[in-house]
């Protein structure tokens, strides 16, 4: 059988557009891309890259303040929001522009278009074209998530974040997770007067217990009200903003009720359940080691997928899928042991397991330490720093690695490294420090704070 395209992607993220360059550009597939918004997805328009540039620009005041201890003549002053967003905006539109061209070389055709799943050979466009293919790919990603309750239309996610048309006095940021962390640094960052609800007793839920605390606690010492055990029953709009009423009673005014309470996969109406595929209870696409579904044609990556939603994972799920289909050589991608970064202020950077985890696997040693940092001490600031190794009483093998630093993120990647290669506490403690730093404290731990 003939068909139009070897490969039909829907979804122009970061996943889709890997798996497409890859299958056209590489193995010489012919490829159909479908996207509805705007190219990059999630990660490059309303995600991760607009994140770490509102992260980057929170920052400043903070580093006004330690310049003055180092003896400049430093002030913040005001902080312009409708430049940076005209900035933002521009930065957008250059990496859109670079992903569209990335295609165009790689020979991928385009429909800027929403489309829908026919059978497993065919797929729909909204403008009433149909195309016939050999293999589709779903990499629609996910989207936020609110629930219902009085008010909830006076709440906006992180989609609208990056767009609003005035940077709030007060704004009240709901969830736990580390969106909603994140967030609440950079308002607080920004000037913004932060409370947070998270219905749980500790926020980031899923790291390591000890390290949850310890960004938990910084954040209040910056002055980010923390309310656990918290949720919204009401959201009304008053003359001077929001009102907001909690789960304890409490009544506030803001006038901003950002929402990170989760993401759902993006996977409603694509025509899926008709083809006989039983969605997971949240929506998810399930798929094999090969990110292929129950129909053989049809193949899932990314947040769709609700395996781990992170921009790199879905990356490398896409080349995975690329390789596999296309290029004759079946590849898996392992989803063990991939790092992640939470922006908030400090950063916390974690691969591997948390102590928890670890200790109910097998018995563990766990090395610590908390220190405050040479930089901001000597501007006379309380922070301190972060470093836990949790290792296995058996094979010396360190199981994980937990910072919360400045730049925790950039030094998680290189520890992921060791740790993947399976390093052992011995081969740390054999790598010489580098001094001063705040990373040499990661192999110059030689005792163990506890046993478990």
Sequence with gaps: MTFDYDLFVIGGGSGGVRAARVASGDWGAKVGLAEESRMGGTCVIRGCVPKKLMVFASGFPALFEEARAYGWQAEAGAFDWPVFRTRLEAEL???EAAYRNTLKTAGVTVHDTRAVIVDPHRVRLATGEEFTTKHILVATGGRPFVPEFPGSELAVTSNEMFHLPALPKR???VGGGYIAGEFACILNGLGVKVHQYYRGAQILRGFDDEVRGHVANTMREEGINIHLGTSVTLLERTAGGIRVVGSDGSEREVDLVLYATGRRPNSAGLGLEALGLE???????????YSQTAVPSIFAVGDVTGRINLTPVAIRE???????????????????????AVFTQPELGS???SEEAAREQEPIEVYATAFRPMKTAFAGKPDRVLMKLIVSQATRRVLGCHIVAPEAGEMIQLAAIAIRMGATKEDFDATCAVHPTMSEELV???????SA
């Design 318 to 340: 896409g080349h995975a899928f690329a390789d596999t289909v296309f290029g004759a050589k079946p590849t898996a991608f392992d989803h063990e042991l991939v790092a992640s």
């Design 93 to 95: 539109d250059r990496l």
């Design 279 to 289: 969605l997971g209870r949240s929506g998810e696409i399930p798929v094999d080691r």
């Design 171 to 173: 704004a009240l940021v």
């Design 351 to 353: 691969v591997g397991l």
């Design 444 to 450: 110059t731990m030689r005792k163990p704070v506890r």
